[in-house]
Nanobody, 120 residues
Framework: VQLLESGGGSVEAGGSLRLSCVLT??????MGWFRQVTGGKRELVAM???????TYGMAVTGRATISRDSLVNHLDVQISSLKPEDTSTYYC?????????????????WGQGTQVTVSS
């Protein structure tokens, strides 16, 4: 199983970015994005079930949109109105279940992460 992320980089505050992830080696299941700053707790950005049910983390609610193409296990998240506090390493993750779970211990597959830096 492999998760390959792309789309990170440096962005100015107020701007937007799109992160993409491609999952290989696993059938359709819940996919999501999480983020973590060094020394901090990993938090949910957004997750989406196979039927399209979306859940967003509190920090990005109203600013993020997650989408997926289940046929090719491709996952995107777009975040707008970026803030310096959105600076983090963003991780794509997957479960081998149609349903998502807020417990991160229930997510067995993780990408290497992509850095996003938002400057003020």
């Amino acid at each position: 199983v492999q998760l390959l992320e792309s789309g990170g980089g440096s962005v100015e505050a107020g701007g937007s970015l799109r992160l993409s992830c491609v999952l290989t080696g696993l059938g359709r299941g819940c996919m999501g994005w999480f983020r973590q700053v060094t020394g901090g707790k990993r938090e949910l950005v957004a997750m989406i079930e196979v039927d399209g049910k979306e859940t967003y983390g509190m920090a990005v609610t109203g600013r993020a949109t997650i989408s997926r193409d289940s046929l090719v296990n491709h996952l995107d998240v777009q975040i707008s109105s970026l803030k310096p506090e959105d600076t983090s390493t963003y991780y794509c993750a997957a479960r081998n279940s149609y349903w998502c779970n807020l417990d991160q211990r229930r997510w067995p597959y993780w990408g290497q992460g992509t850095q996003v830096t938002v400057s003020s």
